[in-house]
């Protein structure tokens, strides 16, 4: 349904710039990836902090422009709806939504729950107030928002409700694709559960995709069928997500899920325990620096993603056996 090929975004540099040189004064946040998520999947995107997952996300949805490759919609083209009339590229926005990763900023601040959820309604469709009064009941049912909330603004409420309001936003012209960009990362452990739930049931019952952006491995597990996993702009693997999870097989994608079960028996949820340093941009792998099976082939070109099973690829020249 959605997919981007041999996408490539490119930043001008600036000094906290994690990121290897694309050219001079240049990085490159998104380096030649190629992922699809389908109709009624939802596919995980994870990785360290900064590795470019929230750039692929708004480059999926057309919300910043790629420097190279293509974004296509059911086999079209971005700029077939972007250079369309105002009726069409209203009508194909409506379809692919985002949710941000601070559901307070991504509020404005000044309007009510029911004015922020009216919003789309007035936009999107012609209905009058009567009705679109009636579909903003029906949402903050759906996200399971006590009714009594409707007159509230953004500050009146907990950081689960402001994140309940925002993926109602994001349900109100049906969309059929959402990026949730890191929607749990400023919840707590308990309401993080509530939220996943949340996703899950919209996704059951509306068949709305999802390319679910995470650090948390055990959310991305629950609720993903596939996985995709990020370093340093490129794709590294990708895999049916209880495959990745029985058997990583990237080097990286290894050491991130041993990260991650540390984390959860110490009971810490921030970023990795075990630091995954970045290395300076160099001709081979970008993980040879770190990686323990690095051989000199890996210091002298960089692995290309290649399938290695049925809906897994792995970009590495030395695989496990
Ligand atoms: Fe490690 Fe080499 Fe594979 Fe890169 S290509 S992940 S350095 S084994």
Redesign the pocket.
């Known amino acids: 349904m959605v997919s981007v090929e041999e996408v490539t975004k490119i930043f001008p540099a600036n000094r906290r710039s994690l990121f290897p040189s694309g050219k001079a004064g240049s990085v490159t946040a998104v380096d030649r990836v190629s992922l699809s998520v389908a109709d009624n999947e939802i596919v995980a995107l994870i990785g360290e902090s900064g590795c470019g997952k929230t750039t692929l996300g708004k480059i999926m949805l057309g919300i910043i422009p790629a420097s190279d490759g293509k974004v296509l919609f059911d086999g079209h083209r971005l700029e077939e709806f972007t250079s369309s009339g105002r009726k069409e590229y209203m009508d194909w926005r409506r379809r692919y939504q985002m949710v941000f990763q601070d559901p307070y900023s991504s509020l404005n601040p000044r309007l009510t729950v029911r004015q922020t959820l009216a919003e789309p309604f007035i936009l999107h469709t012609g209905l009058d107030t009567a009705s679109v009064r009636l579909k903003v009941d029906e949402l903050i049912w759906a996200v399971g928002l006590d009714s009594g909330v409707d007159s509230c603004l953004p500050g009146e409420l907990s950081g689960g409700q402001r994140q309940r309001v925002n993926i109602a936003r994001a349900l109100a012209c049906q969309p059929r694709f959402i990026v949730c960009d890191e929607p749990l990362a400023t919840l707590d452990a308990s309401v993080k559960s509530q939220i996943v739930n949340l996703l899950v049931g919209i996704h059951r019952q509306y068949g709305v995709s999802y390319l679910f952006i995470s650090h948390d491995l055990p959310a991305a597990r629950y609720i993903a069928d596939r996985v995709a996993v990020m370093y340093r702009g490129s794709l590294v693997e990708t895999a049916p997500t209880e495959l990745f999870f029985n058997r990583p097989r990237?080097?990286?994608s290894q050491i991130l899920l041993a990260n991650s079960h540390q984390r959860y028996r110490d009971g810490r949820l921030s970023d990795p325990s075990v630091p995954i340093t970045h290395q300076p941009g160099s001709t081979g792998?970008k993980?040879?620096g770190q990686?323990p099976?690095?051989?000199a082939?890996?210091f002298s070109a960089q692995?290309l993603l290649i399938q290695t099973e049925p809906d897994s690829f792995l970009a590495?020249?030395?695989p496990p056996g």
């Open positions: 990237h080097p990286y792998c993980f040879a990686c099976r690095a051989a082939v890996c692995p590495c020249h030395l």
